[in-house]
Structure formats: structure tokens, C-alpha cells
């Protein structure tokens, strides 16, 4: 089949758009192993090597707005597992207080 291959290309008027279309190909997986090897790292090696943030060096305290849903919550129940004290400011005062039970 190589054979094939090497007779083919010479004659085919197309080569530059081949070698372009390789390129491109190449760059897109380059990409992809990069991405997939930084999150691997991001969300599995970072916390067990101990290369987090430490938040209790940026202060004892911590403000959360929007802390009863998506984000906010995330941060804080995240900020209050790394040992911060954490403040949290929303508009329901009824999920606020259910947020503050399930941090603890």
C-alpha cells in the first residue's frame, strides 16, 4: 500500500492541501493531549502533591456572595473544607441558613 502512497502523491495536484490538512490535524490533537494532560493534573496530582493554594496564608476570613447555588456555593463549601472561616452573603436567608448547616 505504501507503494500506492508514493506513486499517488507526486501526480496529486492537491499535495499542499494535504500537508495542510496533516498540520492541522496534528495541531488539533497536540491541543487535545494538552488539554486532557492539564486538567488530569488540575483535578487529580495537584491537591495530593500539595501544589494548592493555600488559603489560610491570604487570611483567616473569607466573603462568599452568592453563596446558596452554582459558584458561590462551590467556593464556599470548597473554602470552608481548607479550614477558612467563611462569610456568606446571598438574598434568601433561607438557603443561606441551609448552606451554613451543610458546611457545618
Known sequence: ????????MPKCPYTFLV????????????????FFAKNFFVFFLAEPLGLTTNFRKLGEWAVVTGA??????????????RGCN??????????LRA??????
Open 86 to 95: 467563611v462569610v456568606l452573603i446571598s438574598r434568601s436567608e433561607d438557603k
Open 1 to 8: 500500500m505504501s507503494g500506492f502512497w508514493t506513486e499517488l
Open 99 to 104: 448552606v451554613s448547616k451543610e458546611i457545618g
Open 19 to 34: 500537508n495542510v490538512g496533516t498540520f492541522v490535524a496534528a495541531l488539533f490533537f497536540v491541543k487535545a493531549l494538552y
Open 68 to 81: 446558596t447555588f452554582g459558584i458561590g456555593k462551590a467556593y464556599a463549601l470548597d473554602l470552608a473544607r
